[in-house]
């Protein structure tokens, strides 16, 4: 595999008018490669909002990291006071999340949108 080659992920703003402010979408392929840039770019993205909804319609594929990078963007919009939740969850975050038992914890905190 050549370097251009690699998996990529990004998010991006979604929102074209103020009503949409805080719309996101994540692309691309959610692996331990890819989602530490990926939460690079949200951190820089979400830090002046107060709710953020993340659309991950846009993931082709992921592992078990993309379990982990909603789990931490919930963590870090949490420790600030604020609000977030995911839209069009792949399956495979689903099965993830059940198979390390935080499936409830997506749903009863009101992770999912």
Do not use: W
């Not at 050549?2 to 692996?31: H, M, Y």
């Not at 840039?37 to 082709?60: C, E, H, I, P, Y």
């Not at 969850?89 to 997506?106: G, M, N």
Request: aromatic share 6%; proline share 3%; charged share 20%.
């Amino acid at each position: 595999m050549q370097a251009n080659d690699r998996p990529t992920a990004t998010i991006q703003a979604v929102g074209a008018n103020q009503d949409e402010k805080g719309r996101f979408l994540v692309s691309g392929t959610l692996s331990f490669d890819t989602v530490p840039d990926l939460m690079k770019q949200a951190k820089r993205l979400f830090a002046s909002l107060d709710t953020v909804v993340v659309d991950l319609s846009g993931v082709g594929s992921c592992n078990s990291a993309g379990l982990a990078v909603v789990l931490e963007m919930a963590r870090l919009m949490r420790k600030q006071h604020k609000t977030i939740c995911f839209r069009e969850v792949p399956e495979q975050i689903h099965t993830f999340a059940r198979a390390y038992s935080v499936d409830k914890e997506l749903t009863q905190a009101g992770l999912l949108c």
